[in-house]
């Protein structure tokens, strides 16, 4: 797909199976109204009829949800063809896939860059932010003395109390942190929007999307501390 058609979410066009018209790019042929099949290389995004922005109005994009299961559900093709009925039934998963990708909007970014290749799924960059690795260290220091404490053994830090309202503290302090991630990523949302709007070429583009998958992995190794955390907590 060509980053115009990427930044626009228009799906390219196809010759309709039916009637042979250029079907439009959309669900169905603008000439007959046929069903059509999914398009490769097509996107969530393009499935929607959106631009690929990360900034995505939540009313909207349910709506739109809505409306396209009505207008793909499978019960709407019993009188048609086998052929018919089996896209209705592939357009239908499809959509479910889609939303499900794009209503969030971590698996939004996370889905933009598995697409384009900057990220690999299942792995995400597991190492301390260089300005957190003083704080990570007595983190860890402190998490392993907890687990030393619930074994019998007394912790040169103190005693379990001592240790738990510690590791709350800092947990509450990593928190924090993860909120200013959280803002910090919807900036840099806005600069990918603004520079699929101002119609960035892909040097451009992939400049923003380094950014974004530098700034999730740094979320996502924060988000992992609280929850550690949280759980040692808890035991």
Not at 13 to 32: D, E, I, L, P, R
Request: hydrophobic share 35%.
């Amino acid at each position: 797909m060509s980053s115009t058609k990427t930044q626009t979410g228009a799906a390219p066009a196809q010759a309709c199976w039916n009637c042979k018209a250029v079907a439009g790019g959309g669900h169905f042929c603008v000439a007959c109204g046929k069903i059509q099949p999914l398009i490769d290389g097509a996107d969530y995004f393009a499935f929607f009829g959106l631009p690929q922005k990360l900034k995505i109005d939540d009313a909207e994009l349910e709506q739109r949800f809505h409306q396209l299961s009505w207008k793909l559900h499978p019960d709407n093709f019993v009188k048609a063809s086998e052929f018919e009925r089996n896209l209705a039934l592939e357009r239908s998963s499809e959509l479910n896939d889609a939303y499900r990708a794009l209503r969030e909007p971590i698996l939004r970014v996370e889905y933009l860059l598995l697409r384009e290749k900057v990220r690999k799924e299942g792995t995400t960059k597991q190492q301390a932010p260089p300005e957190l690795l003083e704080e990570v260290f007595e983190l860890n220091e402190s998490l392993d003395e907890l687990r030393e404490a619930k074994t019998g053994e007394t912790p040169e830090g103190g005693d379990l109390s001592e240790l738990r309202g510690r590791l709350s503290d800092a947990q509450k302090n990593f928190q924090e942190k993860l909120e200013e991630v959280d803002a910090e990523l919807r900036g840099v949302f806005g600069e990918w929007d603004a520079a699929v709007d101002a119609g960035a070429d892909d040097g451009e583009r992939h400049k923003q999307m380094a950014k974004l998958n530098e700034v999730l992995n740094r979320r996502s190794y924060i988000r992992n501390l609280v929850r550690n955390v949280a759980q040692e907590l808890e035991a």
